[in-house]
């Protein structure tokens, strides 16, 4: 594909995508997907976006041609229904999404896009999905049930449930592999879960719905969107825990991705604020880049 970095922004209540130029932050084109596009997760050559369709029934995967710029195939999943969170092996083999109100991950081998398995999570409305970075567990964070399933991906067996905060549905590994967080949306918390031992070692008080979060690349500061009415951008130090600041942005922020080398953070929206855009040097938005209803779910595909 292009050698210029490219943010895809999926705006789910119009059922389009938006391929935006990340630097002079301008809407290139932006084409129909799937119903309802909720997550995103890109293949590592680039090629290919995925994206979960959540509006009910919710039962398909689109597949987005990023050279062509075109949708490409719906993977139907049958009784697996209101596909979510997203995620892929390291070596794009195999793409996985939670069917949240079943309670199941299903997993989508790429070569054929076609379902392979549903693994169940053995947690209630399953929300997010992700792989570690050896490729050999999933992590699930369910909602009702207020915890975090951790699944052996070979054989899909749950080897643990971690005790979380009401509302569990965020989560991000640390850069350095040592923590996971996961972040407690309804109970304005976040927990920090050590790893490999899986142990939540502090819980961080974090008022104002926190609903994703991403790492800068030295793992220094995390950017967590607040999905509130007013809609801000927090950013805590990763080693003291403490707040350093909450930027105000659009209503009901909650999409969040970081360019690859830290400089800039943009956060969606929920309806039509638009994405906007944080230099994080001087903790200023720097700009906005309007792209549809519901800018959520984004993947900066870098050169």
Known sequence: MSQDPLLLVCNKHDD????????????????????????IIVTP???????????????SISVIDLDARRH???????????????????????AYFTAGQSGYVIEIDTSE??????????GEISHMVYVSSDDTLLYTANI?????????????????????????????????????????????SIDVIALPSHEVVERITCPGMPVRCVFSPDGSRAYIPSWTESGE??????????????????SQAIGVVIS??????????????????IDTATL????????????????????
């Not at 200023?284 to 050169?303: E, F, L, N, Q, R």
Request: contains cysteine; hydrophobic residues 35%; charged residues 20%.
């Open 144 to 188: 009702v049930s207020e915890d975090v399933s951790v699944i052996d991906r070979a054989s899909g067996e749950l080897l643990r449930k971690i005790p979380c905060g009401s509302g569990v549905e965020g989560m991000a590994f640390s850069p350095d592999g040592t923590e996971l967080w996961a972040l407690n949306q309804t109970g304005d």
């Open 113 to 122: 896009n076609i379902v392979t398995r549903a693994i169940s999570t053995c």
């Open 45 to 59: 050559d680039r090629c290919f976006a995925y994206l979960s369709n959540y509006r009910p029934p919710g039962d």
């Open 260 to 277: 690859p080398d830290g400089g800039r953070v943009f956060v969606g929206c929920e309806h039509t604020d638009g994405v906007h855009v």
């Open 16 to 39: 389009t995508m938006s391929f935006v130029d990340p630097v002079a932050l301008r809407v290139i084109e932006t084409i129909p997907v799937g119903p309802n596009p909720h997550e």
């Open 233 to 250: 951008l927090i950013v805590i130090d990763s080693a003291t825990r403490k707040e350093i600041a909450r930027i105000p942005v659009g």
């Open 284 to 303: 200023d938005v720097i700009g906005v880049i309007h792209t549809g209803d519901g800018s959520d779910a984004m993947a900066y595909v870098s050169a």
């Open 72 to 94: 490409t195939k719906q993977i139907a999943t049958g009784d697996y229904t209101r596909i979510h969170g997203a995620a892929m092996t390291s070596d794009g083999s195999f």
